[in-house]
């Protein structure tokens, strides 16, 4: 079965970020020139992939804000002649097909993605997690679905972590198939470096089969006292098959304050405008400084 659906959750309330999220969605926080989550966005397009949910919550207004039609903003650029602005306004309104359902409570990521349920049916789906952006020269969301096509079961974006983070990911314990390719056994939610099955970590991008919603709806607490997706996928292990892919790429966490600089200046010096410039303004201050 093809998979034609994709889940954002974007309900989070930005802790890590404060105070800069104390107002503003932390996916509404700028990477160079465009909103966190307009590169995920943008992912699932390049994919083939419109049919968009995103789950968001109470003070995420602006998320829908950004994707909507903005009909002053864009007559203003037009009376003046501004039409490469005007084009980039408009490109973002209709970018895809986008769907919105909130998050009442904020009881974990498990139950962020159990609300789309009704959105997904029985299908398989994409979830993109809406604090990580993936910079790769193949969609990194392509990259599970390829697998996905070959196996026709769960695929989770999987890269090795350092000791010390294991404790901040949900981490594989899992069986190698082939180069970059792992069938998974179980999964803990943020281990110890001590018990840790592994340093193979999920990262923010996920092919799950519908079978997950019954299994979200009966799961416990976990983690943090909320409903742990990685708790979830490791139940659906036990009864069919879920993989793990080693995708090619650079991950950045947006949602911490470290990872976005990263995502800053990386993004930054990929643009097609400012690209130069930077690096050489970037030069110029390294020289100064040592």
């Known amino acids: 079965m093809r998979v034609t659906k994709a889940v954002i959750p974007a309900a989070g309330l930005g802790v890590r970020f404060l105070p800069a999220t104390k107002a503003q969605p932390k996916e509404m926080i700028p990477v160079v020139d465009k909103r966190a989550i307009q590169y995920i966005v943008e992912e699932a397009v390049r994919t083939g992939i419109e049919n968009i949910l995103i789950i968001t919550g109470r003070g995420k207004r602006a998320i829908e804000d950004h994707f909507d039609k903005s009909f002053i903003l864009e007559e203003h650029l037009r009376t003046r002649g501004k039409m490469e602005l005007l084009n980039l306004v408009e490109q973002t309104g209709r970018i895809a097909d986008l769907l919105y359902v909130r998050q009442k409570e904020q009881l974990g990521l498990g139950h962020a993605v159990y609300c789309a349920r009704r959105f997904v049916g029985n299908e398989p789906f994409a979830v993109l997690l809406g604090d990580d952006l993936v ?5 990194c969301l392509r990259q599970l679905l390829d697998l996905y096509e070959e196996v026709q079961g769960t695929v989770l974006a999987v890269q090795e972590v350092p000791p ?12 190698p198939l082939r180069e970059g390719v792992y069938q998974v056994r179980e999964l803990v939610e943020k281990p110890s470096p ?3 099955p592994s340093r193979l970590a999920i990262m923010g991008r996920y092919i799950i089969s519908p079978r997950i919603f019954p299994i979200l709806e ?3 607490p ?6 742990q997706l990685t708790d979830a996928l490791s139940v659906l292990c036990r009864e069919e098959p879920v993989y793990g892919l080693a995708f090619r790429g650079r991950r950045y966490d947006v949602g911490d304050k470290l990872g976005y600089l990263m995502a800053t200046v990386e993004f930054a010096l990929d643009h097609p405008f400012l690209g130069k410039d930077f690096e050489s303004y970037l ?8």
Do not use: F, M, N, W
């Not at 010390?164 to 069986?175: N, P, R, T």
């Not at 976990?222 to 409903?227: H, K, L, M, N, R």
């Not at 030069?283 to 040592?290: F, G, H, P």
């Open 135 to 139: 910079r790769s020269k193949r969609p």
């Open 164 to 175: 010390k983070d294991v404790s901040k990911y949900g981490i594989l314990d899992a069986e």
């Open 194 to 196: 001590e018990t840790a």
């Open 218 to 220: 009966k799961i416990l």
């Open 222 to 227: 976990g983690a943090g006292g909320e409903i």
């Open 283 to 290: 030069k110029q201050l390294l020289d100064t400084l040592y």
